[in-house]
């Protein structure tokens, strides 16, 4: 069994900081690419950011210049450090991640279960 695990979001003020959290545990052979995606009510599901094994990133226009997503060194984690903060960042921040289990021979989508992030002006 796989399990994503988010943490770090919460309420902050226009013009603040939040650090993203998220922790892949369980039966892990091996891991490829890790992102963080966000959702807002009525809207489909976007792309935040996202960040290759070997650490090549890609980031949407909208979150450039102001959000870094980054893998921790036992590189089952992933972190997205969220800068000047507006309100229209404010969405559920879902972790996702490519992820081969130890009966697995292929690689297979696995997402967090959520965690909101409120941006107030």
């Known amino acids: 069994q796989v399990q994503l695990v988010e943490s770090g979001g919460g309420l902050v003020q226009a013009g603040g900081s939040l650090r993203l959290t998220c922790a892949a545990s369980?039966?892990?052979?091996?891991?490829?690419?890790m992102g963080w995606y966000r959702q807002c009510p009525g809207k489909q599901r976007e792309l935040v950011a996202t960040?290759?094994?070997?650490?090549?990133?890609n980031l949407a226009d909208s979150v450039k210049g102001r959000f870094t997503i980054s893998r921790g060194n036992a590189e089952n984690s992933v972190y997205l450090q969220m800068y000047t903060l507006k309100p229209e960042d404010t969405a559920v921040y879902y972790c996702?991640?490519?992820?081969?289990?130890?009966?697995?021979?292929?690689?297979?989508?696995?997402w967090g279960q959520g965690t909101q992030v409120t941006v107030s002006s």
């Open positions: 960040i290759t094994s070997g650490g090549r990133t």
């Open positions: 996702n991640a490519a992820i081969r289990s130890l009966l697995g021979v292929r690689f297979n989508d696995y």
């Open positions: 369980g039966s892990i052979a091996s891991i490829d690419a």
